[in-house]
């Protein structure tokens, strides 16, 4: 009885939205009662004393963007006035600033504030070439990861491991939590389906924060004939898998806030679909809708910064609306939600409507075409989760291998 009391109150605690930057709540995943006292997570960039000794008289280049912050201010500004000679500054998908759109191409740039040269990881290249590295004696990683497969900074980190490996500079990772640290779970990527959106061999939704994820690729060989990084992972204080941390600065344009984070494993893969997924309205990735659905909540994505052409633009879409829902519903079955993804493609294909995109864009979300193929053959939820559980059994025992917390 207590334990179900409990429960009712992290319900109530996760239907509000939390303080911001570094609020820790207990997790709905959590079957004990915790002390009324919770220690604050520190994110690994705010632990200066314990790294910035690693810089000193060091060329720096730091592979950053606007989640690469210390309080209110961002990373870069920070390491200047501590009088680290930053050279180079290298910026994932989304840009320095995290201003631009998904997908959309990234130039080289200088930076006005600091008049740093900025080295785009999403243009022509995304590994960093020996000349990108020239004069740098070290490089200090620090970005946001949400914990999905299919969210490519991960791997931008794999292509900078690489690099670095290669020309034998030093790699610091400044870790940060995993909003979606808590579960494990989708299909194991076939390397048949091998993309910037999904690189490596492991379920959709990981488990880890990112610096856990570098020692795999680096444990696991993954990089390009089996190289290493010379990583050092500098880790958070008062962080557990359970922990729940609210992010302090939105991870890119189309995951304004935790509704959406905590939705985006589930949502994303109507990006292989026809449906419009809410990018281009107040609510990406919690509004879920098509022109031919019938549903009494409806809207219209319009172009947006961020979202300058999103799917079904100015259509009226009718559909599903994610974004009442709290946060401890979403936490709650600690799993990948199917059902809207299975219920949609049946009525859409009973009006003979186009479901899954040509191009199959899904296979390369879903790490394999056997979630389309599943979906195609008419298959339950239930059976489509039973084809993950041996290939989830075999990705918890190597991931135990690099686990730093709890």
Known sequence: MALQLWFYVLVFVFGSQCSPSKAVVPSVISTKIMDNAVATIIPAAERTATYVPYLKGKKVGLIVNQTSRIGDQHLVDTLLKLGTNIVKVYAPEHGFRGEADA??????????????????????RKKPSKEDLAGVDLLVFDIQDVGARFYTYISTLHYVMEAAAEQ??????????????????????????????GMH?????YGMTIGEYAQMINGELWLDKGVQCNLTVIPCNNYKHDSYYELPVKPSPNLPDMRSILLYPSTCFFEGTTLSLGRGTPSPFQWIGHP?????????????????????????????????????SIMKPQQIELSLLIRYHKELTAIDEKYFLDNN????????DQLRLQINEGKTESQIRK????????????RKKYLIYE
Do not use: H
């Not at 640290?181 to 989708?186: R, W």
């Not at 864009?361 to 394999?368: E, H, M, R, V």
């Open 292 to 328: 031919k659905l019938k549903a009494d909540f409806r809207f219209t994505p319009i172009s947006t910064p961020g979202a300058k052409d999103p799917p079904q633009r100015d259509q009226l879409c009718y559909g599903t609306d994610l974004s009442m829902r709290t946060l401890g």
């Open 361 to 368: 864009f899904i296979d390369k979300l879903a790490g394999t």
């Open 387 to 398: 084809t993950w559980e041996e290939g989830l059994a075999d990705f918890r025992i190597i």
């Open 103 to 124: 997908g959309e191409k990234i130039s080289n740039t200088i930076d006005k504030n600091t008049n740093l040269p900025i080295l785009s990881l999403y243009g022509s």
């Open 201 to 205: 061999p492991v379920p959709t939704i």
């Open 168 to 197: 034998n500079i030093p790699l610091i990772l400044l870790d940060r939590p995993n909003p979606n640290g808590y579960f494990i779970d989708g299909p194991v990527l076939d390397p048949k389906f091998k993309s910037f959106v």
